[in-house]
């Protein structure tokens, strides 16, 4: 391939010639093209020659250390470029993190979430196995990141005693039976000295009676980070254990990247709304769920995008749904299932106050007085997003004001009028419960 460099006297200004030999049939190619699209081609043509040199000089060199080598039984290192990574010693490295990183996890609660030489896979043979560029980048990109982490995962602890799921309770009281399993899987932990474990659990019951909240409150009460994956939006199964790997925008799933890529080996998994999934052209969503549940298979499940095998098994997984008859039997029965009932009046102004008191520990004012009770009583037919907000635009409205103490005309116009209605009440209607 060659520029022509005799200037063409036909040619318009801004545009020369490009010639190049197409085959054996044909001498020679001229094309007229812009002079900068001529330059980026010079450029190419030249940068794909000082490769194509790069490449047979290492194939020299390696051919020649071949011959010079004084055993048979020696095989060179193949040629890698300057930025490449050499599997043969990034395994030798990976065994010698492990031992380290084994020694300094003796004393405190760790898992193995992975084999050692499991990272491997991301890096070896890679060009052989696709030639897409961004999967080869990629790939070393997450192969630095899990060589960084290790093969070990800590596992959170819950940062309250039994004391403190009772805080829980006195917050989320109609979720009872729920925090009572929470409670006694906690006990049993303490009592054998085992790790800490919920199995799955399955929240049903209508809508806005705080399934989401009360999953992220355990989360935190549990010490661990949590993820919310929505299935009514559409959400496929891909984004649990990963995209086929032969699809062009391939990615790795959310399970992995909470395992392997994250902090903890147990990190809570939010289902929401599973009820909704919906199949889609490229699978179910929910059929993943099937092993990432199962404790004997959850041990070693495989991200599919980046074919790396890993143990789920310390995942807690929480389920939401309104209607259990849309959830297969064979997914239901590996959830512990907890129908939620609507708070009654009482267990409504109760968790009122807890989101009272939390508002005003938040808000941190100097010499400011808590919420009086029966204010708190006016906005406990609100969910709780909708008291945190009256309570905080409250607090505002009242300081401007040069008060210390929020009043019944800082909440909004609907709550003063839904107060008149209920006034005198000790705990406000069925009717208003949210």
Not at 48 to 62: F, I
């Amino acid at each position: 391939m060659r520029q022509n460099t005799k200037k063409d006297e036909a040619a318009l200004p801004g545009y020369g010639d490009y010639s190049f030999k197409e085959d054996d049939t044909y001498r020679c190619v001229t094309l007229v093209l812009p002079n900068r699209l001529l330059q980026a081609l010079t450029e190419e043509r030249l940068a794909a020659e000082a490769l194509k040199a790069q490449e047979e000089q290492n194939l020299r060199q390696s051919k020649a250390a071949d011959e010079s080598s004084p055993s048979a039984f020696f095989k060179p290192r193949s040629a890698l470029g300057a930025n490449e990574l050499d599997p043969d010693r990034e395994s030798k490295d990976l065994e010698q993190a492990a031992v380290e990183s084994t020694r300094s996890a003796e004393t405190g609660e760790f898992v193995v979430v992975h084999e050692v030489l499991e990272p491997l896979k991301l890096i070896k043979d890679l060009k052989s196995r696709t030639p897409d560029r961004e999967i080869h980048k990629r790939n070393e990109l997450l192969y630095k990141q899990i060589k960084a982490r290790g093969h070990l995962r800590a596992l959170a602890q819950p940062v309250v005693d039994l004391q403190g799921f009772e805080h829980l309770r006195k917050a989320f009281p109609h979720f009872s039976p729920v925090l009572d399993l929470v409670r006694d899987q906690y006990a049993f932990a303490e009592l054998t000295g085992k790790a800490f474990h919920i199995p799955p659990i399955l929240l049903a019951g209508d809508p806005g009676i705080g399934k989401t909240r009360f999953s992220q409150e355990l989360a935190q009460a549990l010490g661990t980070v949590m993820r919310r994956l929505p299935f009514d939006n559409g959400q496929s199964g891909v984004s649990l254990l990963g995209s086929d790997k032969n699809w062009a925008n391939t990615t790795y799933g959310s399970v992995f990247e909470l395992v392997v890529l994250g902090e903890y080996a147990n990190p809570v998994i939010l289902l929401d709304e599973i009820d909704k999934a919906s199949k889609r052209p490229e699978g179910d969503p929910l059929a993943s769920l099937h092993s990432l549940l199962e404790p004997v298979t959850s041990h070693r499940v495989r991200d599919i995008s980046v074919d790396f095998e890993f143990n789920a098994s310390r995942v807690i997984w929480i389920a939401t749904a309104n209607e259990l008859e849309r959830i297969p039997q064979s997914l239901r029965s590996r959830f512990q299932e907890f129908w939620i009932e609507q708070p009654s009046g009482a267990q409504a102004l109760q968790m009122a106050e807890v989101v009272a008191q939390e508002v005003h520990q938040e808000m941190n004012l100097p010499g400011f007085q808590p919420p009086a009770l029966p204010l708190v009583r006016y906005i406990a037919h609100l969910s709780a997003r909708e008291q945190i907000q009256a309570l905080k635009r409250a607090y505002a409205a009242a300081r401007v004001d040069g008060r210390h103490q929020i009043a019944l005309a800082d909440l909004p116009e609907q709550v003063r009028r839904d107060a008149s209605e209920f006034a005198g009440e000790d705990v406000p209607p069925a009717g208003l419960l949210h």
